[in-house]
C-alpha cells in the first residue's frame, strides 16, 4: 500500500522574499509545519485544531527539521508541496516535503516529529507515547 | 514629571528585508510589540515574562496597531527605537514608537493596549481592569 | 458601480500564533500585504508579478498601515478577507481589509499605498506619479 | 590554530513563539542567517552590508540548513547563540550554531553555504567561486 500523500499549491507573496527575491529560507519551514498539519488532516479526517482532542495527544512536536535549496522560489511562483511520512517508528515519525516549481524540484525538506503526550503526574512535562497501529495505518504503513 | 522612554537599537537583518531590499512592513510591529514589552520591564523594574504574575494581569492585549512610513530602512542599517507612553486611560492606554535612522524618523508607531485580567467566572474570558495609580506614576503620568 | 471587492479564505496557521494561542499582530499585516496584490491581480487581470512591468511602476510602496483588533483568531479558525480600495486620490488610495470570523468582523485593516515609479535622472531614487484613469475605473471608481 | 567563534545573547520575544509557549521552529532559522552574518562581520571587519563589494561576491546563497530541538526555548529565555565554521571547502563551507539555554544546549543548528559571485556573461545568474585562502585563514582554518 502507496504511502498516502498530500499536496498544496500557493504562491509565491512578496512578504515571503528576500532582498534577493528569493524566498527566505525561514518561510520554507513554516510552509513544512503547515503542510505536516494538513498532511494529518487529510490522512486522519480530522482538523489540526482536532487533533490533539481526538487522540490523546499535545501535537506533535519537532526534533529535527532539515531542508535541501536546489532551485530559488521567486515572488509569484506557483509552487507545489508534497508531503508524506516516509517512515514510522514506535513513537516518532519523518516526513518529508518535495517542492516543485513548474515540475522541478525546488526544495528537499524533512521533519521528525513526536507522538506526545501530557505526562499525568507532571502536566508541565509531555512525553512520547507509541503511535497507534490504525493510525499508522491510514497513512499507508504498517 | 516627564514621561518614561525607552530606547533599543537594532541592526536591520537580512530576513526582515523584502524584494525592494527594505525591511517588510509587518516586521515593524513585531519590532512596536518588543519594545512595549521593554518600556514595561524598564519602567516597573520586572521582566516580561513575569510581568503578568506581577501584577494579576493576562497580558496587554492590542487592540489598534498603526504606522507611518516616512523613510525606508535598508538591511545593515542601525535604527534607534524610542517608546513611550503618551496617555494612560482608565484600563487601556496608548504607546508610540519612533523609530530613528542616522537621527532622521524613519517610522511612526502607535499601539493601544488593554490592562487586562482573566475572568473569574469564565477563565476562557478576559476583561479590562483599572490600571493601578502606582503603575502609571512610574510611567511619570498621573 | 460598486467597488471592486476581492475576497479570500484562509485557515490560520500554528505558526502564526503566540503564546496565547491567537494570530499575532503582525501577520495580519500579512495578511494585508497579500489581500492588496491579489486585490490588484483580480481588479486589472495580471499577476502581482507582472504588475509593475505592465504598468510603468516599480510598485506600490506603503506609506501607512493600521488595525482594529476586535476579536482574536485562533488556530484552526477559517478567515474571510474582503479587500476594497476606499479612495483613490491623484497618486495615492486607502484600502480597505475586513476579516470576519463565521460572519463576525474580528479584525479591520487599512492601507495606504502610493503608485510610484523609479526617477528617470536617479534611478536609487521613487516618486509618485498620476494614477491613469482606467485603472481607476477597473476598481469601480472614478 | 582555533576556529573563530562569534557569540551572540538575545531574549526570546512573545511573536516568536506559538500556542504552546515556545519558539517557533523557523524563528531559529532566522537567528542562524543573523548569526552567519555577524560571524562574518566580526571575522572579516566588514559590515554584512558591505561583505558583497568588499570580496567580490554577491552573497552566501544557503544550499542546505538543519537543526535538532533538544530544549524548548520559551517567552523570556536568555539565549546564547555560539557559530562557527567547522569546515571550508573549495567554493562552499559549512557553519555550525549552538544554542544554549542557562548552559544546556537547546538547539543544534548547522547551514551550508556557498561563496558566490554574479556570472559575468549572464548577470541572472550566479556561480561558485574558490573562497580566498587569507578569507579562510581569518576563520582560523587553512
Known sequence: MASFISHRQLTVEWGQCDPSGIVFNSRFFEMFDLSTWMLFEQAL???????GAAFGIIGLP????????????????????????VEF???????????TIGGELA???????VWAARTKDDPDKIHAVAIPPDIVARFGHG
Open 62 to 85: 519537532l526534533v529535527d527539521a532539515r531542508a535541501n535549496f536546489l532551485k530559488p522560489a521567486k515572488f509569484g511562483d506557483v509552487i507545489d508541496i508534497a508531503s508524506h511520512i
Open 45 to 51: 479526517g480530522v482538523t489540526a485544531h482536532e487533533l
Open 107 to 113: 526544495v528537499e525538506g524533512g521533519e521528525t516529529r
Open 89 to 99: 517508528r514506535r513513537s516518532s515519525f519523518d516526513v518529508e516535503h518535495k517542492i
